[in-house]
């Protein structure tokens, strides 16, 4: 299966510099959120595959009117053509507004996914916007990770795990890619393509 994920900033190959047939490639994009609905539903038009998303901390909009086209797997565990997505979107919280959680309420999020999680025997995906604490997280309140996430990938030992929010731009040592235990976690910003 090959997957496209988009994170936080249009990617202009993908959107000012598109050329017909870019996207045919792909089974599966997903958004890790923090993207506008406009740039979300050019990608759905061209695309001949599902599109999943996400909710990241600044998609208010998104809340208004959601994306034409696409799958919201926020809160939710999607199963297509056998692989089990788990999302969860937003960031840690640091100011009033929707998407934004504490640690309690993220671990709430998860402990109602629980019947799902045992009925599927867990996931092989997880897609949230903001990253795992300490893996790939940055040392503000802003950008840190969710303590809830290292569980669930200790506990399920997903193959893959999506998350956007963390700007790789934000210092020159944040690499794309990293191995935690048997989970390759990418930072989908911009975007990142994958095999599954």
């Given at each position: 299966?090959?997957?496209?994920?988009?994170s936080?900033?249009e990617?202009?190959r993908?959107?000012?510099y598109?050329?017909?047939?870019?996207?045919?490639?792909?089974?599966?994009?997903?958004?890790?959120?923090?993207?506008?609905?406009?740039?979300?539903?050019?990608?759905?038009?061209?695309?001949?595959?599902?599109?999943?998303?996400v909710h990241?901390?600044?998609d208010?909009a998104l809340?208004?009117?959601?994306?034409?086209?696409y799958?919201?797997?926020?809160?939710?565990l999607?199963?297509?053509?056998?692989?089990?997505?788990?999302?969860?979107?937003?960031?840690?919280?640091?100011?009033?507004?929707?998407?934004?959680?504490?640690?309690?309420?993220?671990?709430?999020?998860?402990?109602?996914?629980?019947?799902?999680?045992?009925r599927?025997?867990g996931?092989?995906?997880?897609?949230?916007?903001?990253?795992?604490?300490g893996?790939?997280?940055?040392?503000?309140?802003t950008?840190?990770?969710?303590?809830?996430?290292n569980?669930?990938?200790?506990?399920?030992h997903?193959?893959?795990?999506?998350h956007?929010?963390?700007h790789?731009?934000?210092g020159?040592?944040?690499?794309?890619?990293?191995a935690?235990?048997d989970?390759?976690?990418v930072?989908?910003?911009?975007?990142?393509?994958?095999e599954?």
């Amino acid at each position: 299966m090959r997957i496209l994920a988009v994170s936080d900033t249009e990617a202009d190959r993908f959107y000012t510099y598109y050329t017909p047939g870019r996207l045919d490639s792909y089974d599966l994009i997903i958004s890790c959120g923090d993207l506008r609905r406009e740039y979300l539903e050019f990608l759905v038009t061209f695309a001949r595959c599902p599109l999943l998303y996400v909710h990241g901390n600044h998609d208010e909009a998104l809340e208004k009117q959601a994306p034409e086209g696409y799958i919201c797997i926020d809160g939710k565990l999607y199963v297509h053509e056998g692989i089990r997505i788990l999302g969860l979107g937003g960031s840690f919280r640091y100011k009033p507004g929707p998407f934004q959680y504490n640690e309690a309420q993220m671990r709430g999020r998860i402990l109602r996914l629980t019947p799902s999680l045992l009925r599927q025997r867990g996931f092989d995906i997880l897609v949230s916007h903001a990253p795992a604490y300490g893996i790939g997280d940055l040392p503000t309140r802003t950008h840190r990770g969710f303590e809830s996430f290292n569980r669930l990938l200790d506990k399920y030992h997903p193959r893959l795990f999506l998350h956007g929010h963390v700007h790789r731009n934000y210092g020159p040592k944040l690499p794309q890619k990293r191995a935690y235990n048997d989970t390759l976690i990418v930072n989908a910003y911009g975007y990142c393509e994958l095999e599954l």
